[in-house]
């Protein structure tokens, strides 16, 4: 099976910088689109950035001018660079693939997540 495996989170303080890293792997035929989404405590799951095959990006309001996401050519690695953090960026990010494994069909692949936290 496929398997999207995350890291790169950590503490940090306001105002510095995180990049987050997400790998595919396994069975893959192709990647339609990737994204980043993040979970606070009690708030509802919230896309923060996305990424398709030809590298459109698109991100949330609150992240722009901030993130960046990024991937290789076939986007089978995906980063998102976050800059200038706030402590209302401190969530659970996961990564999020929407793909086509080979003899499959095309759906949505959820990685493990990873902490970031932004506390002085």
């Known amino acids: 099976q496929v398997r999207l495996v995350e890291s790169g989170g950590g503490l940090v303080q306001p105002g510095g910088s995180l990049r987050l890293s997400c790998a595919a792997s396994g069975r893959i035929s192709s990647i339609y689109k990737m994204a980043w989404y993040r979970e606070a405590p009690g708030k509802q799951r919230e896309l923060v950035a996305s990424?398709?095959?030809?590298?459109?990006?698109n991100y949330a309001d609150s992240v722009k001018g901030r993130f960046t996401i990024s991937g290789t050519n076939a986007k089978n690695t995906v980063y998102l660079q976050m800059n200038s953090l706030k402590p209302d960026d401190t969530a659970v990010y996961y990564c999020?693939?929407?793909?086509?494994?080979?003899?499959?069909?095309?759906?949505?692949?959820w990685g493990q997540g990873t902490q970031v936290t932004v506390s002085s």
């Open positions: 999020n693939a929407d793909m086509s494994i080979t003899y499959g069909s095309r759906r949505n692949y």
């Open positions: 990424i398709t095959s030809s590298s459109n990006t």
